[in-house]
DNA sequence: TGATTACTACTTACCGGTAGGTAGGTTTTT
DNA sequence: AAAAACCTACCTACCGGTAAGTAGTAATCA
């Protein structure tokens, strides 16, 4: 048996390369079009490997999304800690998801494919955690903004609609059309949308 | 052979009831995860039928999206020629498509999917037909407000992503949370960004 | 007009291939 | 030596796809 099935101490080479092959073609073909042949195959391991640090395909899966999970959690609490304005701090968001997107853009792909992919034939696990976060962190971001009179009151519901929207609109646009995945169109369209949201001097 | 492909004559039950099951099925599971076992058995037929008609898994897959393809184009030709206001135009579109959307929910998943979901493992298809489609209309009609002077003057290709992107997650987050889909919000989230987009008077 | 032919729309029964998964032995590390 | 890390060889189930045959009906012909 692996290690008390190693959640945090080092990654061998074997399961290290299992959860990088695993996210790379869950990826690119969906959790059903992906076979177990082709991840150990990537991998360069064999079948029982997968097996044995991981239960099934399912618990390759889940381990993979555990670990997107709390590299997530990382990620926003770091950013809800940075000082700014609102826009200032929306646009760090914005930054942030396109740095963790050049690092780990299979591992984004993944989750955004889960999130607006077929929702069935994938393993019970519960993606919309990964949403959910996202407005949370926007949605406390803007309702400080308010408290500061710096934005317009409105439905923080609705702004992060917005706000998300468009980034994730802009993120599938980028990786849909293989082009250069431009970071700063995201922030111009913020800003244009801002113009309507900031609360304008009179 | 089934006469001259039926591209536009009537129907025959098992046909209809083939392509309605294969999209409810596609957009749920996805390609790969759906059986040609449970479509047929959705459809209430046996499986050469499928043959018969489509002549393969894909074919069927391809005569669902086809025909996707002429309904959206008979949507834009008529939204198009639709009067009003720049605003107005684009609320039109938004419930032009929310309606096709209530009439036919699963088509518009399994669009949605194909468009946002894992790139791979599923035939050769020019799905991006339907996002261009719906970029090149926004575009002709925020560009005719440029030309009335109603709207500012932005890029069109940037404008097109903030009207589509928000309607694409409204969509989206209807479906995921299987709630009311409520065909305001989107409206309200344009008049919300149209505040900057709008040319203010002096 | 009745018999014959021909076609559409299906059925039952079955492939070959491959999917996920495993039994059990072997090497490597500690 | 014992535990951990891995391999070869294999199993069962089910996948997409097909061969071959048939009920029902329309067209053809004597």
Redesign the pocket.
Known sequence: ???EDRQSSFE????GRLLEAGTALFAERGYAG????GVVGRAG?????L??YF????GLFRAILDRAGRMQEDLLVHIMEMPGSTLDRFLILYRSIYEGMAEHPDLFRLIHNLLFGPPAGIPPYDVMVFHRRMFAAVQRIYNEGVARGEVVEAEPDEVAMLVLGLMDFCFHHDQALGGVPDPCRPERLLRLTFQGLAARPR
């Open positions: 048996m692996p290690k061998t080479d074997a399961r992906t076979t177990v042949q391991v064999t079948k029982p490997v097996y044995y239960e099934s395909k399912a």
